[in-house]
């Protein structure tokens, strides 16, 4: 698994646990979150302290031995451009049959053991969300929104929603697992249930 530096820690760590960015030809900071930009990269934990640190104390310039700038507003960009990338690679699943949405689809899916990730919006009720389960060797994720997750599947809202292995779920999870870690959270009081999913 390839690993890179963190700029901020000086850890050194799996890929998909960081965000590389790049500088354009004006000096200006740009994230990369495909990984298929031009020009030397730089990376950062997914988390929002370091990626504020890195603004706040210029350590852009460091990464890339040159001096460059970050726009004030790098972070709040990074956490919406995230969010669409998993709202979309989620909408792709769907539409290749490889994501559902609404509880009892989902709960077939989870029983059936065809799931792989289940989704549920950070501001679904939580006794409903209580209902169901992190599939067995699989994530769990809250850190989208209803409406978010509506997006995905052409709905004004979602609370439930689970993906199966294959097709674009890995690329799903790398990325709402980088979006958690800009939101600081995954938005549950269900004690425990995103530990679990962590450790799986």
Known sequence: MAERRCIVT?????KAGLIRFVADPD???VPDLAERLPGRGFWVTADRWALQKAVDKGLFSRGAKAHVRAPDDLVAGLES?????????ISLSRKAGHAVAGFEKVKD???????????QASDGSERGKGKLWTPTGGRWF????ASELGLAFGRAHVIHSAL???????KVIRDAARLKGLRGHDGISIAGKDSRADER
Request: aromatic content about 6%.
């Open 164 to 170: 199966a292995p294959g097709g674009l779920t890995d």
């Open 109 to 119: 899916w989870l029983a059936a053991g065809r799931a792989k990730v289940l989704f």
């Open 81 to 89: 451009a995230l969010a669409r990338r998993v709202v979309e690679l």
């Open 142 to 145: 809250g850190c989208l929104t």
């Open 27 to 29: 000096g200006n900071v």
């Open 10 to 14: 000086g850890e050194v760590q799996p």
